[in-house]
C-alpha cells in the first residue's frame, strides 16, 4: 500500500475573529492517516475575557459540530496561543505533541496564552525537541518566528508535500516573501501548498495573492495574539 497516497488534509473552521474591523477564521486540520487520526490544533470552546475583547469571536467548537472527537488518536499543537489550544481539553487522553520551547514559554511567560487552557486537567502533552517524525508521511518541524516554539507538520502525499503551518505564516504575503526562519524553511520545502489557520484556502507557489492586506494587529495587543 501507498501510505502517502492514502494520506489526506481537511480543514475545519472552528471560528470566526474580528481584527482591525475584518473578518479573520480559525481553522483547525484533521490528517486522516492509515495508521491514526490526527488533529492539528484545537481552537477554542469558550469564551474568555481576554479572547472576547481581543477579537469578539464566534466559536463554532468541535465538541458542537458533526465531528468524532473520540475519533481523534493523536493531537499536534502548532504552538499554544489561546485560538490554537483551547480545545486541548477535549483531548485529554490523547497524546498531544508540542515543541518543549513552546510548552515551557506558555507556562512561564505572561500575557503568552491564556494559562488555564494550557493546563487543563489530564492533558498530556508529549515535549519534541526539534524534528520527529510522527507516522510514517507526516513529520513535525520547527518553524520558529511567530513563536520561538512553533512548529508545522510536513505531509506526504506522493508528489510535493503539503505543510499545515498554523500561524508560521499568518497571511499569504508571508509566504510569497519569507522573512523568518520558520516561513524560509516551509519555502525550502517546495510544498504543493500549505495550509494557514487564519486562510479559507491554502497558500500556492506561484499564485498571487492579491487580496492580503498584511498582518492585522488585535485590538488589544495581547502577547497571545494571532500576528
Not at 475583547?53 to 488518536?73: E, H, K, M, T
Not at 520558529?144 to 502525499?157: R, S
Request: overall charge negative; aromatic content about 6%.
Amino acid at each position: 500500500m501507498n501510505i502517502s497516497a492514502a494520506i489526506t488534509v481537511t480543514p475545519i473552521l472552528v471560528a470566526d475573529l474580528l481584527v482591525e474591523g475584518e473578518v479573520m477564521p480559525v481553522y483547525v486540520h484533521v490528517i486522516d492517516h492509515p495508521d491514526a487520526r490526527v488533529l492539528v490544533d484545537t481552537g477554542m470552546t469558550e469564551l474568555h475575557p481576554a479572547v472576547v475583547a481581543a477579537f469578539d469571536p464566534l466559536l463554532y467548537p468541535l465538541s458542537r459540530q458533526d465531528f468524532d472527537v473520540a475519533g481523534i488518536d493523536i493531537v499536534v499543537n502548532t504552538h499554544l496561543h489561546a485560538d490554537h489550544c483551547g480545545g486541548n481539553h477535549l483531548f485529554a487522553d490523547r497524546p498531544i505533541y508540542v515543541q518543549r520551547r513552546e510548552l515551557d514559554d506558555a507556562r512561564s511567560e505572561d500575557d503568552y496564552t491564556i494559562r488555564e487552557w494550557v493546563n487543563a486537567p489530564g492533558l498530556r502533552y508529549v515535549p519534541v525537541d526539534g524534528e520527529l517524525d510522527l507516522l510514517p508521511g507526516v513529520r513535525l518541524v520547527p518553524a520558529p518566528g511567530h513563536t520561538p516554539g512553533t512548529q508545522v507538520v510536513v505531509v506526504e502525499t506522493g508528489g510535493r508535500p503539503v505543510v499545515i503551518c498554523g500561524d508560521a505564516a499568518v497571511w499569504f504575503g508571508e509566504l510569497d516573501e519569507p522573512r523568518t526562519e520558520g516561513q524560509q524553511r516551509i519555502r525550502a520545502l517546495d510544498p504543493e501548498k500549505v495550509w494557514l489557520a487564519h486562510e479559507h484556502e491554502p497558500w500556492r507557489p506561484g499564485v498571487g495573492h492579491t487580496e492580503d492586506q498584511g498582518p492585522a494587529e488585535p485590538r488589544d495587543g495581547q502577547g497571545w495574539s494571532t500576528t
